[in-house]
């Protein structure tokens, strides 16, 4: 009995001491979450960002939780990812404030780890859902997943950016849900894909000229070449380091096609079931072309704040029969901001793309495969 008592004695101690950590700013698991279907969650808090000044887009204060486990179920068992959703709340953890702080957040592998499910079709870049500003959740359709085993370690990288002077310091954490199910027998598997527009550095942009004046290209608009500027380090090495992901746009009109069929990279025939987008402000909308079908897939349209600099709303566009993509065609990037303002605005443009997993069985052995996933 006394031996009980001191456990749990101990325990409370623990949690006591877990809740003042996380009241005073640290970051890890805060709740978990389970239904009689399956269906579970498990929430993240992140660590407390003190916004004092102006953070552009990719220069805000960031962290990473390392080698989350989503289930605590047992072992080794496969489990399906279903989608993630994020807040910003102050510092005690609880009060929700502004979306405007939201820079972006990723769920991805932790890194170096090996593969437990062989079959599974990667991503590119080992990222399993991204959050941006806009678009705070993502919920894949019903009857789909992502399958990882309850083996395999996930980070969160969260950051915040800051666009509006705000005249006083305000403390940011991302209250974060991610939404799983351990029902092996209804769920169809989805693999993920990201598409990015990119501009040359120092080079004349070989996919655009700009524009200078109305956004339908009114009598009297000059335009000309565009030489591309980097707004930040953010590059990605499959697109060469002559290459940006995130650049400056001129005042004026800017509409750009991008060849993205080598990032698509589709390993076969399949069916898209998901997809969203991500612009900077003042973008317009983010469309994915098929330029052997000479058809247009998706249109994603942003909204700004109305009332201050920032990205309100990014479409998402969700279907659980799917449209059809296929190995053998070409397909671009269609992307337009307009840039009212008298100084270049730094932009990106990004597709996010979630297809139906071919190679994927459930049955496959769970066991490591030789090479981690950062090598494939």
């Avoid at 996380?22 to 279907?37: K, L, M, P």
């Avoid at 990719?58 to 399906?80: A, E, I, K, Q």
């Avoid at 693999?191 to 009598?219: L, N, Q």
């Avoid at 698509?264 to 079908?293: C, E, M, N, Q």
């Amino acid at each position: 009995m006394k031996l009980l008592r001191r456990s749990l004695l101990v325990l409370l101690s623990l949690a006591t001491l877990a809740l003042v950590f996380f009241a005073r700013g640290g970051d890890g698991i805060v709740a978990r979450s389970r239904s009689a279907d399956g269906s579970a969650a498990v929430t993240l808090l992140s660590r407390t960002y003190k916004i004092d000044k102006i953070y552009q887009s990719m220069m805000g204060p960031f962290s990473t939780m390392s080698g989350v486990r989503l289930s605590d179920s047992g072992s080794g068992h496969l489990v399906w990812l279903t989608g993630l959703d994020s807040q910003l709340v102050d510092a005690d953890g609880r009060t929700l404030i502004s979306r405007e702080f939201f820079c972006h957040s990723n769920l991805t592998f932790t890194p170096k780890q090996k593969s437990m499910l062989p079959t599974r079709t990667p991503s590119t870049d080992e990222r399993l859902f991204t959050l941006i500003p806009g678009r705070l959740s993502i919920a894949l359709p019903a009857g789909f997943g992502i399958p990882i085993s309850s083996d395999e370690r996930i980070d969160y990288y969260t950051m915040s950016l800051n666009l509006n002077p705000q005249g006083s310091v305000v403390p940011v954490r991302f209250l974060t849900n991610v939404h799983f199910s351990e029902d092996t027998n209804n769920l169809k598997p989805l693999f993920r894909r990201c598409v990015y527009a990119f501009e040359p550095i120092g080079k004349a942009s070989p996919h655009m000229a700009m524009c200078m004046g109305s956004a339908d290209g009114h009598p009297g608009a000059a335009c000309g070449p565009m030489i591309g500027k980097a707004a930040s380090s953010a590059f990605v090495a499959s697109l060469g380091k002559t290459n940006t992901i995130h650049w400056l746009i001129p005042p004026g009109h800017y509409e750009t096609r991008v060849n993205v069929t080598d990032q698509l990279d589709l390993p076969f025939d399949t069916t898209a079931h998901y997809v969203t987008g991500h612009l900077h402000p003042f973008g317009r909308s983010i469309k994915l072309v098929d330029k052997t079908a000479d058809k247009t897939l998706w249109t994603i349209n942003a909204e700004d704040f109305s009332d201050k600099l920032g990205v309100a709303h990014m479409d998402e566009w969700s279907s659980t029969e799917g449209v059809e993509l296929f190995k053998d065609h070409q397909y671009e990037l269609l992307t337009t901001y307009h840039n009212p303002t008298d100084k270049p605005i730094d932009a990106m443009s990004i597709l996010y793309l979630y297809a139906l997993d071919k190679f994927f069985h459930v049955d496959a052995p769970s066991t490591p495969a030789n090479t981690s996933l950062a090598a494939r």
